[in-house]
């Protein structure tokens, strides 16, 4: 899989034994990327838009306008939703419309976002707080204090996980009471934060680490060299994947080793990954290019 940059958007272009099968063309800038309803959507922050593509024919079905610096993506009770950096809000995307259905204040400059079909999760990295959003209502139900400059969110194994970058440290919340029950030194400039079946992985963005949780104790049972500043988590085909801004490269971590067993070369200032059906998707904020890479 290779990708080309042309009129200042972005190429994916698939390749098999070194043949040309197909090319999906996205808005440049692609800084998020989320997997739902059977696509990968794509947060294009230069555009002010979010994309649905189609991971089987590789092929933009739809450009949604959201405004603005929208960053990351999540997918969850039956939608899309984009946090938009730039105008402290988020905007709910309904897949069978492709169109935004609604927006939803948050606090001050949201970034991170992740999301289930009970609620969604919003860092807002200048707020340092995690909003909370009831899907069935679009609405903020509750404001939660974490750590300075909140950069990563993920849910799993019964809590949400939020990493400080600036304290160095993880949040451990209790959706029950959206509280805050435990905080984690980990390393620093925690930028990034996913879940496996029974362990939690962070990423040290100038430790230049990931890092294992073991939420039993809530203590770090693990540390793991990386490439040079990684800034972005993801799990899925059993294994955790980490993109290494510095290096442009993409590392596979096995969660039962707990060691690098493979590094990609990927394109320049690698912004965001998604996993899905064998594919791991990257997409490279320096080059505006949107790739594939087999699991």
């Known amino acids: 899989m290779t990708a080309v940059l042309l009129g200042g958007l972005a190429f994916l272009i698939a390749t ?18 989320t997997i739902g309803d059977g696509a990968i959507w794509v947060a294009s922050s230069e555009d002010g838009s979010v994309s649905r593509v189609n991971p089987r024919s590789h092929r933009v079905t739809a450009t949604v ?30 897949p069978a419309a492709d169109r935004v259905s609604d927006k939803v204040v948050v606090g001050n400059a949201p970034g991170a976002i992740a999301a289930d079909d009970v609620a969604v999760w919003v860092a807002n990295g200048k707020g ?19 750590g300075r400059r909140p950069a ?26 959206s509280s805050v029950v435990a905080t984690i030194p980990v390393g620093r400039s925690p930028s990034a934060v996913t879940t496996t079946e029974d362990t939690v992985w962070v990423a040290n963005g100038r430790s230049h680490s990931v890092v294992r949780i073991d939420p039993a104790s ?24 980490v993109a290494n801004v510095e290096d442009n490269t993409v ?30 998707w ?4 320096g080059d505006n290019e949107l790739s594939r890479v087999a699991t």
């Not at 098999?16 to 990327?33: E, M, N, Y």
């Not at 340092?128 to 974490?146: F, K, L």
């Not at 194994?157 to 990493?163: F, S, T």
């Not at 971590?253 to 594919?279: H, K």
């Open 218 to 241: 809530d203590a770090v049972t693990a540390t793991i060299r990386v490439g040079r500043r990684p800034l972005v988590l993801t799990a899925g085909d059993g294994a955790v994947w």
């Open 65 to 94: 306008h959201v405004g603005g610096v929208p960053l990351r993506t999540a997918f969850g009770g039956g939608a899309a939703w984009v946090t938009n950096n730039s105008r402290d809000e988020v905007a709910r995307v309904a």
């Open 251 to 280: 590392g596979r971590i096995d969660p039962a080793t707990a060691r690098v067993t493979r590094t990609v070369a990927v394109g320049s200032d690698p912004s965001a990954l998604a996993v899905s059906n064998g594919t791991l």
């Open 152 to 177: 990563g969110v993920a849910v799993g194994l019964g809590a949400v996980w939020v990493a400080n970058a600036k304290d160095g440290t993880v949040s451990r919340i209790d959706p029950t009471s």
């Open 16 to 33: 098999r034994g070194g043949a040309h099968v197909g090319a999906t063309r996205v808005p440049s800038g692609p800084s998020g990327l």
């Open 128 to 146: 340092n707080s995690i909003s909370r959003i009831d899907p069935s209502s679009n609405s903020v139900v509750a404001t939660i204090p974490v």
């Open 282 to 285: 990257v997409a490279s904020d």
